[in-house]
DNA sequence: GTCTATAAGTCGATAGAC
DNA sequence: GTCTATCGACTTATAGAC
């Protein structure tokens, strides 16, 4: 596990790395295979094409990601401790977490979050597609720990929480800009979740505008009805 | 204003427009100069390089744009009404609102909200220094409306603050997959402000997980003597 | 499965005519 | 200030020897 040996998992590894440091589009296949030191025409042989590659890359870490968030989801369920705070470690932890493994887990962390913004067709029917467990599994827990939010609402509510996330992961330093002293260590994953899940809570649960109470009265109605039917 | 006449600005709309649609790398001179209706040479006579119409383009709307954020800060603290909503209004405010400008404002603002996770180094230098005299704007401001917030713990916050906005500046659609039926188009410009607000200052208003609480006692004495001073 | 060689196309940048 | 033509380097992908 420590290294790749074959050529299949030199190339996987490999590009993992370099689309994370410098995208999808900025990487070649060239570039991969002399780093990975395998021949240019082997990523053809077997993966079809640099959008096979991509494919790949992507699917080989993010299916057991998103099924150790599952898992964690149904252990709180199971265990009738289900609080908003534990769903978004539930939802945020196990990325953030990968972030600590000092291989290859960092740089699909990093890969993962540019994905939210890079905007190639075939990429976002790809991640919309390997997220559709996640969501459907994940939307109706937050419902039930958020039950004054209208459904409206908590929809963009939690468009935010993807955004804090997303950026975090992507590894953005805006916060050098910010801080020119720093006391931590924006890199370290517990660190961030300690700092990032009392924000998330607090945005989750901030009050309605005036103007916007009137649709809560309709939350339990309306969409709810539908939706659980 | 309506039309650009001349080559040199209707290379800076195509190139914006495009640069937002397919990103920086991901777009050539060759498709900005022939949407453009312009000599493929013209974009090196009149920029030099492509590094230097990258430049040009994001120049062109965010010095003007951060103007009108610091103009709106000045304002709150003239008329005494420095809150905490009204400056996170004054910040992404300007940025939305000029989404709402069909013309080429709404491409601008999707640039910049990838541009925060595009990796060129000569990018990332060139927007930590046209961000400065901004941020050393509003860091003190924010300060002043959270006085209980540790300053180390000000930062995070701040940072996970960027993240919402240039997500949603970016203009993902991850909303689509969340939400099967939406009630709200998520590109109006005012219903994101009025619905993202709250969140923010839930998130930024949040207290402090136990653990870090002994840091809020300091926050009055260490750094803020330095800083202020 | 791994290699060489190459096809067929794109890219940014520039020289030089007008 | 605008044009054509082109350089040299780069790209993905593939055909075919071993």
Redesign the pocket.
């Known amino acids: 596990m420590a290294e790749a040996s074959?050529?299949k998992e030199r190339i996987l590894d490999t590009a993992e790395r370099l689309f994370a440091e410098r995208g999808l589009g900025q990487?070649?296949?060239?570039?991969i295979t002399s780093q990975a030191e395998?021949?240019?025409?082997?990523v053809?042989?077997?993966f079809?094409?640099?959008?096979g590659l991509i494919k790949a890359v992507l699917g080989r870490r993010l299916e057991p990601l998103n099924r150790e968030r599952i898992r964690r989801l149904d252990r709180l369920e199971r265990a009738g401790e289900l609080t908003l705070e534990g769903l978004i470690e539930a939802f945020i932890g196990p990325p953030l977490e990968l972030s600590r493994d000092g291989g290859g887990g960092s740089r699909f962390v990093r890969l993962m979050g540019r994905t939210y913004t890079e905007h190639a067709s075939f990429l976002h029917d790809h991640m919309r597609q390997a997220n559709e467990g996640l969501v459907s599994r994940f939307k109706p827990a937050f419902r039930q720990v958020l039950p004054d939010l209208p459904k409206g609402e908590l929809y963009w509510r939690l468009h935010f929480m993807v955004g804090v996330m997303s950026y975090v992961m992507a590894g953005n330093d805006m916060m050098q800009v910010l801080a020119a002293s720093r006391s931590a260590n924006p890199d370290e994953p517990r660190e961030i979740i300690r700092r990032v899940v009392p924000f998330l809570v607090g945005g989750l649960r901030a009050p309605l505008p005036p103007e916007l109470q009137e649709e809560a009265s309709e939350a339990g109605t309306t969409e709810v009805a539908a939706g659980s039917g």
């Open positions: 074959d050529t990487t070649s296949l060239r570039q395998v021949n240019l025409a082997a053809n042989y077997h079809g094409s640099k959008q």
